[in-house]
C-alpha cells in the first residue's frame, strides 16, 4: 500500500544560504530552476497522512502531523537520527504543531476541549495545558521571534 500523502526534505543551496525546503507530496517538487540540490531525503514512510510540518529553532527536530495512530496527532522526525516518536497521543485530534523559537515548548492546536479548536501548549518536559478557551477557532499559533508572544 502507498502512504497517502508523505514528506520529503530537501536541502537546497541557493548562493550562499543554505534552504532546507519540506514538502507534503508523493512525487519530487519542482526546486527553482539552476538551484542545485544537495539532498532529497523521504522522511516519513507511515501509511497515513503527514503534513503541516514545521522545523524547531534548533534545527534538531521536524515536527508534522500524523494520522498514524488513526486520528491527527503531532510527532517529532529527529533530524540527526532519522526517527520519529509521537509528541501528542490523544483521542482528540492535535493539529498546527509551532515550535517555540527558544525551543521552550510546542504550541498547537486541539479539538481537546472545543470542536472548533482551542490553543495548548507543551512545555519541554511535556506537560500541557490550554491557553485559550474562547467559542470561536482558534488555529494555527505563530511565536514571535523572541518568544515572548504567540499570534492566532
Same mark, same amino acid.
Given at each position: ?6 514528506? +520529503?526534505?530537501? &536541502? &537546497?543551496? @541557493?548562493?550562499?544560504? =543554505? ?8 512525487? *519530487?517538487?519542482?526546486?527553482?530552476? $539552476?538551484? *542545485?540540490? /544537495? ?6 514512510? +507511515? ?20 494520522? /498514524?495512530? $488513526? #486520528?491527527?496527532?503531532?510527532? =517529532?522526525?529527529? @533530524?540527526? =537520527?532519522?526517527?520519529?516518536? *509521537? ?14 523559537? #527558544? ?17 495548548? @501548549?507543551?512545555?519541554?518536559? $511535556? /506537560? ?5 478557551? =474562547? ?18
Amino acid at each position: 500500500m502507498v502512504p497517502a500523502l508523505c514528506l +520529503f526534505m530537501l &536541502v &537546497v543551496q @541557493i548562493g550562499l544560504t =543554505r534552504c532546507v525546503h519540506v514538502s507534503e507530496e508523493l512525487r *519530487p517538487s519542482s526546486v527553482e530552476q $539552476g538551484a *542545485p540540490v /544537495k539532498d532529497r531525503t523521504r522522511i516519513t514512510s +507511515f501509511l497515513s497522512d503527514e503534513l503541516s510540518p514545521a522545523i524547531g529553532s534548533d534545527g534538531k527536530f521536524l515536527y508534522f502531523v500524523s494520522t /498514524k495512530n $488513526g #486520528n491527527m496527532d503531532i510527532w =517529532r522526525w529527529n @533530524i540527526e =537520527r532519522k526517527t520519529a516518536e *509521537p509528541v501528542t497521543k490523544h483521542s482528540a485530534d492535535d493539529f498546527d504543531p509551532a515550535p517555540a523559537p #527558544n525551543s521552550a515548548g510546542l504550541a498547537f492546536a486541539s479539538l481537546r476541549s472545543d470542536a472548533k479548536g482551542d490553543l495548548f @501548549i507543551m512545555d519541554s518536559a $511535556g /506537560k500541557t495545558r490550554r491557553l485559550t478557551d =474562547r467559542d470561536g477557532a482558534e488555529r494555527q499559533p505563530a511565536w514571535a521571534p523572541g518568544g515572548g508572544a504567540l499570534a492566532y
